[in-house]
């Protein structure tokens, strides 16, 4: 067998918008012609288990030529058969090899990500060739799977959401499976998180759970109340007895959003529906909904003539609340069916008009300026009035409350937020790795931004190229629709162009006036979009943003009146600033608004924790940032050399242990020649003892860069060498803090504590 690894994406995906299992096969060159060697192989397997039955086609897709090719292709349509035998509909897969790597990678359709990987298992099982342990693994994966299946009724009302663009969310499938108790569960597979936002609406089957009154909720738990509410209403109630009750004369009325729908069971036992009801039996479904409000239900009747009123002894036998469509109408969900239809008007009356499911959501990507740009973006939607929710390295801010201070810049994260009724507009910032092997929360956003792509966060086994890590960042600016905002000045940004397919593509520059992008080029790109254009541009001595929009020069606000741009000299922020501003415009924020929010940006604890941050009431002057990587080390290095200073500047830096020596080295050999005193020390630990220090491969690379050793100090990490690093400080000095996740929560702590030091005169020196 070869190495198999495996994940799921528990959304759409960089691959496609169907939900997919990723499956690495790695083979080594003496296992390549291992067990099976034909088709029939597997086919007997399978049959002697009785999986399969001889006359059954086997496998029925395309096989390719090439060994490692047709192994992985046989391997696909079998994990695919042992879904659909436990009921999954799923049938696309597709397989590309690295026939130098010996590697090839599946793409799996799945409805269940928990099934999909047992059945990958069970596939693994039979590939092996020990058919003796088969059948009971079988039994035991059938079993599980089918209880995971989805019924037809939410097949259909997902496929509805899908035709109408109507966001949603699976609530029992990994990885929201558990996260919402609702109580009283109505249907197995069926809870659903429809909308986004203060939009959304939770859907147990045909029960909506949000906004429903406790007296519906009541109503639900209860039969007997609900016959009793007929009885008070005046309505006929009788006693179902089935065991005299002839063949058709049980007649059903839905009423679904206003709509009532009569069905009976033919001769056959399949249903029909029933026209010429009599106005009698619609008038009742209606007096009902006119006293338990306008939500879907189910009222049976045994009528012997459903053309005219009911006779004595005829009369209601059951009312249901959260009638099941899949057993009412049939499994049948194909376009025009009864069940199709009902699974509209369901979606329907949840959302009358499809586009008030959706929030403004706007993703931002990039390896630098995600969390600036991101927290830029929600404080001018913060300023327009919004209740926003915000995704970024420090946490999820849902209506500017802090609920979670973990990175969560993935589905689970965006998710959260998408599902939050305390939100009515969003901000996510989009991590590389949730997209590579999670798949996003959100099939489109209206709004897509990627700053940059750098070689930060390659990795042997994982991401290895820059080309492949901008592969998995073009997968969020494709889903912008209604723009997507690329910064020019970055080639792998830039080289993204040709496959947006938003309605517009603005693209960013810090050059002096249009530049090389000429006004000329306003128009439409490629793919048709309008080209649009965010530029920095010289107006009475200042420096502007102005954006070029179709046919307009839109001149928005002087550098220098954002405070987190140092004047323009965070040539960084400038960037995030014009990234910020044009997502914003394109969300449909006012100019107006976007200016006076960014007047009031200011890159401090409060709106931009641990980008650059100054503090206040020391010796000397003390910024913190957390640029971690080569690109983010450059750009810090080229603000403090714009940076006037009396005394000498002093870096304290680190290495990342979950880097390679090379990226490492890069880094340190950013910062040579940058500063008069360097301190080589170690990101502080969130769970220590730390097992590689980076310290001393630091100081080592800027001796060889030629600063002398007598210019640098190797320390470790803690409160103590923050002290310490802070007494070596003299007035007049500058010191430039990078810190890591850690430090940039704990930084502004020690510096506090140290302050009270200084008060009381307690200060050492080096």
């Known amino acids: ?70 192994y992985c292709s046989l391997f696909a349509q079998t994990v695919l058969m042992f879904q659909r035998l436990s009921g999954h509909d799923v049938n696309y897969f597709s397989i590309s090899s690295e026939p130098l790597k010996k590697r090839s990678i599946s793409l799996l359709e799945h409805e269940d990500a928990e099934t999909a990987l047992a059945a990958i298992k069970l596939t693994a099982e039979v590939f092996s060739g020990k058919s003796d342990r088969l059948k009971p693994i079988y039994d035991q994966f059938l079993a599980g799977a089918r209880q995971r299946a989805l019924s037809p009724e939410t097949r259909a009302i997902i496929g509805q959401a899908l035709k109408r663009d109507i966001p949603f969310f699976q609530l029992e499938r990994a990885p929201l499976s558990g996260c919402i108790d609702t109580g009283l569960r109505v249907r197995r597979n069926g809870l659903l998180s429809l909308g986004q936002g203060a939009n959304s609406q939770i859907l147990d089957g045909t029960f909506r759970v949000s906004r429903s009154s406790e007296k519906l909720s009541a ?47 033919n001769a056959s036992g399949l249903p029909k529906r029933v026209k010429n009801l009599h106005a009698s039996l619609t008038q009742q479904a209606h007096s ?94 913060s300023h327009r009035g919004y209740k926003t929710g915000l995704v970024c390295t420090d946490g999820i801010f849902l209506g500017g409350k802090q609920v979670s201070d973990e990175d969560n810049s993935t589905f689970m994260g965006h998710a959260r937020v998408l599902t939050s009724r305390q939100v009515n507009a ?57 723009a997507a905002i690329l910064f020019a000045d970055d080639s792998n940004s830039m080289a993204m162009i040709t496959h947006m397919t938003s309605e517009i593509v603005c693209l960013v520059s810090l050059g002096s006036g249009v530049g090389e992008l000429e006004a000329g080029e306003l128009g439409r790109h490629g793919n048709n979009a309008r080209l649009d254009f965010s530029v920095l541009e010289f107006i009475d001595g200042q420096s502007w943003i102005v954006m070029y929009c179709n046919t307009r020069r839109l001149p928005v606000m002087p550098v220098n009146e954002i405070p987190a741009t140092f004047d323009g ?50 010796p000397c002057r003390v910024i913190m940032d957390f640029a971690h990587n080569q690109d983010g080390v450059r750009k810090i290095c080229e603000f403090t050399d714009l940076q006037q200073v009396e005394g000498r500047k002093v870096i304290a830096f680190a290495g990342s242990t979950k880097r390679s020596d090379e990226l490492n080295g890069k880094m340190a050999k950013t910062v040579a020649g940058h500063f008069d005193f360097y301190f080589c020390k170690d990101y502080e630990p969130a769970k220590p003892p730390k097992t590689r220090y980076t310290a001393p491969f630091m100081q080592s690379v800027l001796i060889e860069q030629g600063v002398s050793m007598d210019s640098t100090k190797v320390l470790t990490f803690g409160r103590d060498v923050i002290f310490e690093i802070l007494d070596s400080c003299k007035p007049g000095d500058m010191l430039l803090f990078l810190a890591g996740h850690v430090e940039s929560v704990t930084m502004p702590l020690y510096i506090e504590e140290y302050k009270k030091h200084l008060a009381s005169g307690d200060r050492g020196g080096i």
Not at 219 to 225: E, G
Not at 226 to 250: E, F, I
């Open 569 to 618: 000299a965070a040539r960084f922020n400038v960037s995030n600033a014009m990234h910020a501003i044009a997502a914003s415009h394109y969300s449909g924020i006012d100019i107006s608004v976007i200016r006076s929010a960014m007047g009031g940006f200011r890159a401090d604890q409060q709106y931009s924790p641990g980008r650059i941050n100054e503090f206040e009431g020391l």
């Open 219 to 265: 109503l639900l738990r209860n039969p007997a109340q609900r016959l009793a509410l007929l009885r008070q209403l005046g309505l006929t109630v009788v006693r179902h007895d089935t065991s005299t009750a002839r063949a058709g004369t049980l007649l059903h009325l839905l009423h679904i959003n206003g709509k009532v729908t009569a069905t009976m069971r």
């Open 1 to 70: 067998m070869p190495q198999i690894l495996f994940f799921p994406f528990y959304g759409p995906n960089r691959h496609s918008d169907r939900r997919l299992v990723e499956c690495r096969m790695d083979f080594s060159a003496d296992r390549e012609n291992e067990f099976p060697h034909e088709i029939t192989d597997i086919r007997q397997v399978l049959i002697r288990n009785g999986i399969l039955d001889t006359r059954e086609p086997y496998p029925v897709g395309v096989m390719g030529q090439d060994r490692i090719d047709w």
């Open 288 to 381: 009902v909904a006119n006293n338990i409000g306008n939500v879907p239900f189910l009222i049976s009747y045994r009528v012997s003539n459903f053309t005219r009123p009911m006779q004595p002894g005829e009369g209601i036998v059951a009312f249901d609340l959260a009638p099941d469509l899949g057993s009412l109408l049939g499994p049948d969900i194909s376009a025009g069916s009864l069940l199709d239809i009902a699974a509209a008007d369901v979606l329907t009356w949840l959302y009358p008009q499809a586009g008030n499911a959706r929030i403004p959501l706007v993703a931002v990507t990039g390896t630098n300026g995600k969390t600036t740009t991101s927290r830029m973006i929600n404080h001018i939607f």
């Open 426 to 482: 969003a901000v996510l910032e989009t991590h590389h790795r949730g997209i590579a092997v999670h798949g996003f929360a959100f099939h489109q956003c209206d709004v897509g931004i990627c700053l940059n792509v750098t070689e930060d966060h390659l990795a042997e086994g994982e991401i290895e190229t820059i080309d492949e890590m901008t592969d998995i960042k073009r997968a969020v600016v494709e889903r912008a629709s209604k």
